[in-house]
């Protein structure tokens, strides 16, 4: 009888052991395929075109306010794509490792929750959403909007939905498992209200011209990084599999 709690109590290390050797980027396979295509592109742009062709390409594959302030037949076909695929382009190599290292960080939890279909239509949504948001408050705006930020913000607002579990911190290997909080109880977890507070003091100093990030990354479009988690945050109960609990987790 007395070898029970000891067997039970092994078996608990055992768990607690496997989940400490996993490693930081045992990342789902979605996931690697997404930064595998994000790179290539930005090889293609950057290395493998002439200077008309990058600019024909980026032009055609980038989102412009300008686009949607005018009738749609004078302005071609890009108006279909673009709404997605500026996500898909990066301006430099600060830009594109930004991107992926926070996409590494907050994708990771929402693929292994949600599986690669509702993801990729997750990044369709949610880019789309970010670019309108930014042409907004831009309307007839003929700058270029590109990068995959949106996206990573609308990941980062799913996340506080679920991967921060009460009492702890931001748990990137096993937040898929934990109960998706309501929105308003997302809000009574004060690790999520901390993060987002500071995410959002972030994007709007931006906003008012302080440089939080390296020069070379250029204009950052802190309005399409809010819509993008607005989206996120909002709506991620639509893409979510997993029905919702009001039962905390048992912490180890």
């Given at each position: 009888?007395?070898?029970?709690p000891?067997?039970?109590?092994?078996r608990?290390?055992?768990?607690?052991g496997?989940?400490?050797?996993?490693?930081?980027f045992?990342?789902?396979?979605?996931l690697v395929?997404?930064?595998?295509?994000?790179?290539g592109?930005?090889v293609?742009?950057?290395?493998?075109?002439?200077?008309?062709?990058?600019?024909?390409?980026?032009?055609?594959l980038?989102f412009?306010?300008?686009?949607?302030?005018?009738?749609?037949?004078?302005?071609?076909?890009?108006?279909?794509?673009?709404?997605?695929?500026?996500?898909l382009?990066?301006?430099s190599i600060e830009h594109?490792l930004?991107?992926?290292?926070?996409?590494?960080?907050f994708?990771?939890?929402?693929?292994r929750?949600?599986?690669?279909?509702?993801?990729?239509?997750?990044?369709?949504?949610?880019a789309?959403?970010?670019a309108?948001?930014h042409?907004?408050?831009?309307?007839?705006?003929?700058?270029l909007?590109?990068?995959?930020?949106g996206v990573v913000?609308?990941?980062m607002g799913?996340?506080?939905?679920f991967?921060?579990?009460p009492?702890?911190?931001y748990?990137?290997?096993?937040?898929?498992l934990?109960?998706?909080q309501?929105i308003?109880?997302a809000?009574?977890?004060r690790?999520v209200?901390i993060?987002?507070?500071?995410?959002?003091i972030?994007?709007?100093l931006?906003?008012?011209?302080?440089?939080?990030?390296?020069?070379?990354?250029?204009?950052i479009?802190w309005?399409a990084?809010?819509g993008?988690?607005?989206?996120?945050?909002?709506?991620?109960?639509?893409?979510?599999?997993?029905?919702?609990?009001?039962?905390?987790?048992?912490q180890p």
């Amino acid at each position: 009888m007395d070898d029970e709690p000891d067997k039970a109590e092994e078996r608990q290390e055992t768990e607690e052991g496997d989940k400490r050797s996993q490693p930081v980027f045992n990342l789902p396979r979605s996931l690697v395929v997404t930064l595998a295509l994000l790179a290539g592109i930005y090889v293609i742009q950057e290395y493998l075109l002439d200077e008309d062709a990058r600019a024909y390409f980026i032009v055609n594959l980038a989102f412009t306010p300008l686009r949607y302030a005018y009738p749609l037949a004078e302005q071609g076909f890009a108006w279909l794509w673009t709404p997605v695929t500026y996500s898909l382009l990066h301006g430099s190599i600060e830009h594109i490792l930004f991107n992926a290292l926070w996409l590494m960080a907050f994708g990771a939890p929402v693929v292994r929750r949600i599986g690669t279909f509702r993801y990729v239509v997750f990044w369709i949504l949610s880019a789309v959403v970010s670019a309108f948001f930014h042409a907004l408050l831009n309307w007839g705006n003929e700058t270029l909007l590109i990068g995959a930020s949106g996206v990573v913000s609308a990941l980062m607002g799913a996340a506080c939905r679920f991967a921060f579990p009460p009492r702890r911190g931001y748990d990137r290997t096993h937040g898929h498992l934990y109960p998706r909080q309501s929105i308003l109880g997302a809000f009574r977890n004060r690790t999520v209200v901390i993060f987002t507070a500071m995410w959002l003091i972030g994007n709007l100093l931006i906003a008012f011209g302080v440089t939080l990030f390296g020069a070379d990354m250029g204009p950052i479009a802190w309005d399409a990084h809010i819509g993008g988690f607005l989206f996120g945050f909002l709506l991620f109960g639509f893409f979510d599999p997993v029905p919702p609990s009001r039962m905390p987790l048992t912490q180890p």
